[in-house]
Nanobody
């Protein structure tokens, strides 16, 4: 079992930046990848970025060149979001992949608006 807690969401103007953090607890040594997904009302949860234990990253097409995912250690993952656009407004969820399955945080809301 892994518990994930996100932080760092909020309101930001277009063109601004935010940094999301996710702290994992529990069976952190079983985690082989962590990531961020986002969801808006009535739509599916979409990939933002993932990072494996060896540092391999994958980004969704809409955030390439603007967002950067990183890991400080086995239990902390960050999402640096720059040049934010109104269409980035969503609830952002932290995700952890283990051999036994995947786990989700409860989400943090990001609103990009002037």
């Amino acid at each position: 079992q892994v518990q994930l807690v996100e932080s760092g969401g909020g309101l930001v103007q277009p063109g601004g930046s935010l940094r999301l953090s996710c702290a994992a607890s529990g069976s952190i040594f079983s985690i082989y990848a962590m990531g961020w997904y986002r969801q808006t009302p009535g739509k599916q949860r979409d990939l933002v970025a993932t990072i494996t234990n060896d540092g391999t990253t994958v980004y969704g097409d809409s955030v390439k060149g603007r967002f950067t995912i990183s890991r400080a250690n086995l239990n902390t993952v960050y999402l640096q979001m720059n040049s934010l656009k109104p269409e980035d407004t969503a609830v952002y969820f932290c995700n952890a992949h283990l051999a036994s399955g995947q786990y989700w945080g409860r989400g943090t809301r990001v609103t990009v608006s002037s």
